[in-house]
C-alpha cells in the first residue's frame, strides 16, 4: 500500500518537476484587512497582463508558467483598494505572497475586473446560484430573516407554503437536497415544525445553490446541492452582533486567537421566547378561571461555533459546529394532570478539517464529520401511552486534493467513506410495533477537471464513483460542463450530469404534506436489494449576458428524468418502512426555463415548469409541488437619512391537488349508514394563483455616539392576501350539493420588528 502510495503521488507530481524546473510559481492567499476573512474569486494578476488567476472558494490563487524575470504583481477587488508588490521570479522558485485587501468606497473605474466578472469568464456556473449575506438580508421574514425563505425568491425553488420553508427545486422534493453547513451534512434544519431554517444568518458567510450540474465532489442528492458557509471569524480583533426581536434574540461574537496563537474563533447563539412572551400575556390578561389560556411551552435554540488555528503557513486546523433543538412540553392536556405531550426534534454536527499545502500547485484537505438528527415524541393520555422516535446519524471522513498542473488545467481528486445509522422505534400501549435500527456504509471518489484551452472555452469534466452497502449497489456519475464565450459580455453554457440518492424519505406526494407538520414524517429510510436507489438525469443549456451599469442577464432550460422515486401510505399497515408500510416505486419529469436578471442587490426572476410523477400502475399525475408560472421581485431602495426599505413579492400559479367530486353511502358492520367521499383524478385542480408582498424599513443610528445600529420593522403580506392553503369538504343535506371551504395561509398582515447592533 505504501509503494503504490508513493507511485501515485509520484505520478501525480511528474509534470509538475518538469514544467517547475523551467518556470517560477507564485501563490498565496486573500484575505480581507478588517476580519481576515479569506476572500473567494479576487483578480490577482501581473501587470503587463500575460498570466493571472482568481483566489477559489478558499481564497487560494496560484499562478503557474511565469518566466523568470521581475514583475508588479496586483491583486485587486471592487470595493477595496488595490495592492500591488514586486516579485522577482526565478525559474524552480516557489514564491509565497498573501495579500490583505482594506475596503474602500466604490469608485467608477477604479477596478476593471470583479469578481462576478471572474465567475462569468472563468467558472462553468451551470445551474449555480449564489447568495451573499447581502442579498440574503434584504428580503424580509418572520420574526427574523431567514436563508431558505431568501432562496425561495431565486426562479427554479418553491416553496409550497407559508408554513413551510422546505424547498422543491426544478421537479424534486424536499428529501432529494444536500444540504452541508462547513462540508457537514445536516438533514433536516428546520424550526417550528419547518416554518423557517435553522441557521444563523449573521454568522454565516454565504451559500451556493447547485440547482443542477453540481460538480462531481458532491453525492448523494438528486435535486440540488446547498453549500452553506460559516464566517471563520475575525482574526484580527473582537467584534459582535446582537438581535433583539419580537420573539426572537441571537448574538454573534468573534475575534482572534489567544495567547498569541495565529488564527480566529466565532460563537453564536439564538433563542426563541415564545414560550416566555404567551406565559406573560396569559398571567396579565387572562384570568386564572378561563378556559382560553395562550400559553405555548414552546422554544426552539441554536449554537453555532468554529475555530480556525493555524499551525504553519501550510497548515490550518479548523473545528466547526452546529446544535439546536425544538421543545415542546404540555404536561396538563387538555386539562387533565394524566395527560402530556413531550415533543422535541434537533440536530447537531461536528467537523474537523485539515487543509495542508503541500506545494503552491498541490493542497489537500482532510475532514472527519460527525452528524445526527433525531424526533423523539411521547403521548400520554390517561392509561395510554404513545412513543415514537426516529433519528438518523453518520460519521464520515474525506479527503480531497486540489491540483494545478498548468496555467489552464485545475484538477480535484477525492476520497469519502460514510459510516450512516437510522433508527425508528414506535411503542402504543405497552406494545412495540416497530423497532428497526440499520447501519450501512457509503464510499466514494472522484476525479474533476476544468480545463481552459482557449480564453474564451471552459470545460469542466468530472466522474464520481460510489458503493453502498445496503444491496450492494455501485454507480459511476459522469459530469461535463462547458462554457462558451462568443462575444466579450455573452457565454453560452450547457451541462448534463447523472445523479444517485441512497437515503429517501417516503412520504405522500400529495396534499396531504400541506396539512401535516412535516417533521412528524422526516423518517428516513435506506435503499436495499427491493428499493434501488433513486436515480436523475439531467440536461441544461444556458446564456448569460452582461449589461452596462452592473445589470447581469441569465437564461436557462433543463430536462429531468428521475427513476426508483418512493411513495408511501401512511396509513396502511405500520407505517411508512420497507419492512412493514406500503411502498410503491415510480418515475417523473421535470422540465422548464428560467430567467434571471440582477441590477445591485435586486432582482428579478421568473420560471415556466412542469413536473409529472407516476407510481406503480396508477396514471401520470401532477404532484404537490408542481406549478406553472413563478415570478419573484426583490428591491432594496435606500430612501436617505439612514432609511432602508427592502421588498419582495411573490407570484404563482396554483399548486395542484385532488378535487371531491361526490360522496357514496357507507354501511358498516352494525348497519350504521355515514357519508364518504369521492375523489376526483389525482392533482386533476388546482388552487388559486398566490401572490404576497413583504416588506421592511430600517432605520440606521449611533447607539452612544459609538455603535452601529438599526431599528427595523418587517411585514409580511402587506396586502393581506388571501392564498388558499386547502380545501374542506362538506356535503350539504338540505341542497344534495358537495360544498367547500378554503383554509387560509396568513390571511392578514403579519408584524414583527427589533434591534440589532455591532460592537
Known amino acids: 500500500m505504501l509503494r503504490k502510495y508513493v507511485a501515485f503521488v509520484s505520478i501525480l507530481l511528474a509534470p509538475e518537476l518538469i514544467w517547475g524546473a523551467t518556470y517560477g510559481v507564485v501563490s498565496g492567499f486573500v484575505r480581507e484587512a478588517s476580519s481576515g476573512e479569506f476572500m473567494s474569486y479576487v483578480n490577482v494578476y501581473l501587470e503587463d497582463g500575460s498570466l493571472g488567476a482568481t483566489s477559489n472558494k478558499d481564497g487560494y490563487y496560484v499562478i503557474t508558467g511565469i518566466k523568470p524575470g521581475k514583475y508588479t504583481l496586483i491583486c485587486s477587488m471592487i470595493g477595496y483598494k488595490e495592492e500591488r508588490v514586486e516579485i522577482i521570479v526565478e525559474a524552480g522558485r516557489n514564491i509565497r505572497r498573501d495579500f490583505a485587501l482594506k475596503y474602500e468606497p466604490l469608485q467608477l473605474g477604479q477596478v476593471e475586473v470583479t469578481g462576478e466578472r471572474e465567475r462569468f469568464e472563468h467558472e462553468v456556473d451551470v445551474g449555480v446560484k449564489r447568495m451573499d449575506m447581502q442579498k440574503i438580508k434584504q428580503v424580509p421574514g418572520f420574526v427574523e430573516q431567514d436563508l431558505f425563505r431568501s432562496l425561495t425568491m431565486l426562479p427554479g425553488v418553491v416553496s409550497i407554503s407559508d408554513y413551510s420553508s422546505a424547498l422543491y427545486i426544478r421537479g424534486g422534493t424536499m428529501d432529494q437536497n444536500l444540504i452541508l453547513l462547513d462540508g457537514v451534512t445536516v438533514y433536516n434544519p428546520y424550526h417550528l415544525l ?186 400520554k393520555e390517561d392509561s395510554s401511552e404513545f412513543l415514537l422516535n426516529s433519528s438518523i446519524g453518520e460519521l464520515s471522513v474525506r479527503w480531497g486534493l486540489s491540483w494545478f498542473p498548468a496555467p489552464e488545467h485545475s484538477m480535484e481528486y477525492g476520497l469519502e467513506a460514510k459510516a450512516v445509522e437510522t433508527a425508528n422505534y414506535w411503542e402504543d400501549l405497552d406494545t412495540i410495533w416497530f423497532n428497526k435500527r440499520d447501519t450501512f456504509a457509503l464510499a466514494a471518489f472522484y476525479i474533476q477537471d ?119 401510505n401512511l396509513f396502511s399497515d405500520i407505517g411508512p418502512f420497507p419492512d412493514t408500510g406500503s411502498i410503491t416505486l415510480g418515475k417523473g419529469y421535470s422540465y422548464g426555463v428560467e430567467f434571471l436578471a440582477k441590477y445591485a442587490s435586486s432582482w428579478v426572476g421568473y420560471s415556466f415548469s412542469v413536473t409529472k410523477y407516476k407510481f406503480g400502475d396508477s396514471d401520470w399525475f401532477y404532484p404537490v409541488h408542481d406549478t406553472r408560472h413563478n415570478l419573484n421581485l426583490s428591491f432594496a431602495l435606500p430612501l436617505g437619512k439612514g432609511w432602508d426599505l427592502t421588498s419582495a413579492w411573490v407570484f404563482s400559479s396554483g399548486f395542484p391537488f385532488t378535487g371531491q367530486i361526490g360522496w357514496y353511502q357507507y354501511v358498516d358492520e352494525y348497519g350504521n349508514i355515514s357519508w364518504q367521499p369521492i375523489s376526483g383524478r389525482r392533482g386533476g385542480v388546482r388552487y388559486p394563483p398566490y401572490h404576497r408582498l413583504d416588506a421592511g424599513f430600517a432605520k440606521s443610528f449611533k447607539l452612544f455616539k459609538k455603535y452601529d445600529c438599526q431599528f427595523y420593522l418587517q411585514v409580511l403580506n402587506v396586502y393581506a392576501a388571501k392564498n388558499v392553503l386547502y380545501y374542506n369538504y362538506y356535503f350539504d343535506y338540505e341542497t344534495g350539493i358537495t360544498r367547500r371551504e378554503p383554509f387560509y395561509m396568513l390571511p392578514f398582515p403579519v408584524p414583527s420588528f427589533g434591534i440589532r447592533g455591532t460592537f
Open 194 to 379: 419547518g416554518f423557517y431554517s435553522t441557521f444563523i444568518l449573521e454568522a454565516l458567510k454565504g451559500a451556493e445553490l447547485y440547482t443542477g450540474g453540481f460538480p462531481a465532489r458532491y453525492g448523494g442528492a438528486i435535486s440540488s446541492v446547498l453549500d452553506v458557509e460559516m464566517k471563520a471569524g475575525n482574526s484580527e480583533k473582537i467584534t459582535g452582533y446582537a438581535d433583539v426581536g419580537l420573539l426572537t434574540s441571537k448574538a454573534v461574537i468573534e475575534g482572534p486567537l489567544p495567547f498569541g496563537l495565529k488564527g480566529s474563533w466565532l460563537v453564536s447563539g439564538r433563542r426563541t421566547y415564545i414560550d416566555a412572551v404567551t406565559w406573560t400575556i396569559d398571567k396579565l390578561f387572562i384570568p386564572e378561571t378561563s378556559y382560553m389560556h395562550i400559553y405555548l411551552p414552546y422554544h426552539f435554540y441554536d449554537l453555532q461555533a468554529k475555530v480556525n488555528w493555524d499551525a504553519s503557513d501550510r497548515s490550518r486546523f479548523t473545528l466547526s459546529g452546529f446544535f439546536g433543538d425544538d421543545v415542546l412540553k404540555i404536561g396538563e392536556l387538555m386539562g387533565s394532570d394524566s395527560n402530556r405531550l413531550d415533543f422535541n426534534w434537533g440536530n447537531g454536527i461536528l467537523g474537523l478539517r485539515w487543509r495542508y499545502v503541500f506545494t503552491p500547485k498541490l493542497f489537500s484537505i482532510l475532514a472527519f464529520n460527525v452528524t445526527r438528527y433525531r424526533v423523539k415524541t411521547f403521548i
Open 450 to 568: 476544468k480545463w481552459e484551452p482557449l480564453p474564451w472555452w471552459v470545460f469542466e469534466a468530472g466522474l464520481r464513483g460510489e458503493y453502498f452497502s445496503n444491496g450492494n449497489y455501485f454507480r459511476i456519475n459522469p459530469r461535463l460542463g462547458v462554457k462558451y464565450r462568443p462575444l466579450a459580455d455573452l457565454a453560452i453554457k450547457a451541462g448534463a450530469g447523472l445523479y444517485n440518492q441512497y437515503l429517501y424519505i417516503p412520504y405522500p406526494r400529495d396534499e396531504m404534506m400541506l396539512k401535516m407538520p412535516i417533521q412528524f414524517f422526516q423518517q428516513w429510510v435506506p435503499a436495499d436489494s427491493r428499493y434501488p436507489p433513486l436515480q436523475s438525469m439531467l440536461f441544461t443549456l444556458g446564456a448569460e449576458y452582461k449589461l452596462p451599469k452592473n445589470i447581469d442577464l441569465s437564461l436557462e432550460l433543463y430536462y429531468k428524468d428521475l427513476e426508483n422515486l418512493r411513495e408511501a
